[in-house]
């Protein structure tokens, strides 16, 4: 009885904070990719209006050789992980002041969570 009272109990925390999570779908980040492929490449040393997005991930911001990154980029100290890209994509300009990106941001959850999935796969 206390192993049943105890499993309602911790669904009811899960049902009160918005349900249980869903994993990340690097498919459906892929899609999200595509307000980001304008500006970014995932191809390695292929840079556009923004640097090149491949190896991203665990890699210090601000240090694509031959990208000329404002100078608040170069100096945040950022490691681009899930937790530091999910603040900068929520708000680029609020994370990292003085950026030179100028994309607003992507507000769903969800959304973000997949693009950085498609990210960890993609800019490999």
Known sequence: MKVWIVAVGVALVFALNGGFAEAADAA????????CKICHSLKKGKKKIGPSLHGVIGRTAGT???FRYSKAMKKSGVVWDDKSLDAFLTKPKKFVPGTKMIFAGIKKQK???????????AAK
Not at 111 to 121: C, S, T
Request: net charge positive.
């Open 111 to 121: 959304d973000r969570d997949n693009l950085i999935a498609y990210l960890k796969e």
């Open 28 to 35: 459906k980040g892929k899609k999200v990719f595509n307000k």
């Open 64 to 66: 694509v050789k031959g």
